[in-house]
């Protein structure tokens, strides 16, 4: 505990030098699409400590990090690195700007769009669930390989658009929906563990995949789950088979991805392109 505390003071100290620290060459790097919504891969020497904004970050042993960037995120990001061998740098990530969309959705079941107040508290416990299997920080480094589309289909809703359901403004689509007939598999787009497996009234048959340092995914609206908690997974495993269940107008699933409680787009930190729709 006091390293973790003194830890925290020595990267705040060097945020705030960071001007001077420009001025040398830096020894850790960060990568990705860098924009609102997207994963950032980090990349120190081996036993660095690692701070953002001034908290600590589960690195790996080898150096290797990661943090998202939010949707809507304008502020910078600082990333704190302190070296093995003494001395440390400090810069600030701010990511680009996205232009999100506005969609309308008819035809949702009414009672998913306004729940009677009877399931409300059945609501509110499923989203604690989600909500805590998102805590997870597992040493786990599944997700620095990629990830792989989970499902073929057509692309029938993208990630942070506004949604009007059935004429009532809703909250943003934090996921990518791709509309496929019911049983279609949906498999693992990377090696994990499931920290979630259930029934939920709006989100249907879920599942949540821990990829490890924060990162999972969600797989919503199946109408079978083929895995339960604690179960480990390799990519490419059939994980369940999409559906209609839970607030949906047809068949689809509902990809999403998080770091920690961070929304992130899927698509943004894929290593294969989209199969072709069915």
Same mark, same amino acid.
């Given at each position: 505990?006091?390293?973790?505390?003194?830890?925290?003071?020595?990267?705040?100290?060097?945020?705030?030098?960071?001007?001077?620290?420009?001025?040398?060459? $830096? %020894?850790?790097?960060?990568?990705?699409?860098? =924009?609102?919504?997207? #994963? /950032?891969?980090?990349?120190?020497?081996? *036993? @660095?400590?690692?701070?953002?904004?001034?908290?600590?970050?589960h690195a790996?042993?080898?150096?290797?990090?990661?943090?998202?960037?939010?949707?809507?995120?304008?502020?910078?990001?600082?990333?704190?690195?302190?070296?093995?061998?003494?001395?440390?740098?400090?810069?600030?990530?701010?990511?680009?700007?996205?232009?999100?969309?506005?969609?309308?959705?008819?035809?949702?079941?009414?009672?998913?769009?306004?729940?009677?107040?009877? $399931? %409300?508290?059945?609501?509110?416990?499923?989203? =604690?669930e989600i909500? #805590? /299997?998102?805590?997870?920080?597992?040493? *786990? @480094?599944?997700?620095?390989f990629g990830?792989?589309?989970?499902?073929?289909?057509?692309?029938?809703?993208?990630?942070?658009?506004?949604?009007?359901?059935?004429?009532?403004?809703?909250?943003?689509?934090?996921?990518?929906?791709?509309?496929?007939?019911?049983?279609?598999?949906?498999?693992?787009?990377?090696?994990?563990?499931?920290?979630?497996?259930?029934?939920?009234?709006?989100?249907?048959?879920?599942?949540?995949?821990?990829?490890?340092?924060?990162?999972?995914?969600?797989?919503?609206?199946?109408?079978?789950?083929?895995?339960?908690?604690?179960?480990?997974?390799?990519?490419?495993?059939?994980?369940?088979?999409?559906?209609?269940?839970?607030?949906?107008?047809?068949?689809?699933?509902?990809?999403?991805?998080?770091?920690?409680?961070?929304?992130?787009?899927?698509?943004?930190?894929?290593?294969?392109?989209?199969?072709?729709?069915?």
């Amino acid at each position: 505990m006091m390293r973790r505390r003194f830890f925290i003071g020595a990267s705040l100290g060097l945020a705030a030098g960071s001007a001077g620290a420009q001025e040398r060459p $830096v %020894r850790f790097s960060v990568t990705g699409s860098m =924009e609102q919504g997207s #994963l /950032a891969m980090g990349s120190a020497p081996p *036993g @660095s400590l690692v701070a953002l904004d001034g908290r600590p970050l589960h690195a790996l042993a080898d150096g290797r990090f990661a943090f998202g960037f939010a949707p809507n995120q304008t502020s910078p990001s600082v990333v704190t690195v302190r070296y093995p061998d003494g001395g440390g740098d400090s810069r600030p990530f701010t990511p680009t700007l996205r232009k999100y969309d506005i969609q309308r959705v008819d035809g949702l079941p009414q009672n998913t769009v306004t729940p009677p107040p009877e $399931v %409300r508290e059945r609501i509110a416990k499923e989203a =604690e669930e989600i909500y #805590l /299997a998102r805590l997870v920080d597992s040493g *786990g @480094s599944d997700f620095l390989f990629g990830l792989d589309w989970p499902a073929p289909g057509r692309e029938s809703g993208v990630f942070g658009s506004q949604r009007i359901n059935n004429g009532i403004p809703g909250a943003q689509h934090y996921g990518v929906d791709m509309a496929a007939p019911t049983g279609t598999p949906i498999r693992a787009p990377a090696d994990g563990v499931i920290s979630l497996s259930a029934d939920h009234y709006l989100s249907g048959g879920i599942t949540l995949i821990d990829h490890g340092q924060g990162v999972s995914t969600a797989y919503l609206h199946q109408s079978q789950r083929l895995v339960a908690s604690g179960d480990r997974v390799k990519r490419g495993q059939r994980i369940g088979l999409i559906g209609a269940t839970g607030r949906a107008t047809g068949p689809h699933l509902h990809w999403a991805m998080n770091w920690f409680q961070v929304r992130l787009d899927p698509s943004r930190s894929t290593r294969k392109p989209k199969p072709e729709p069915l």
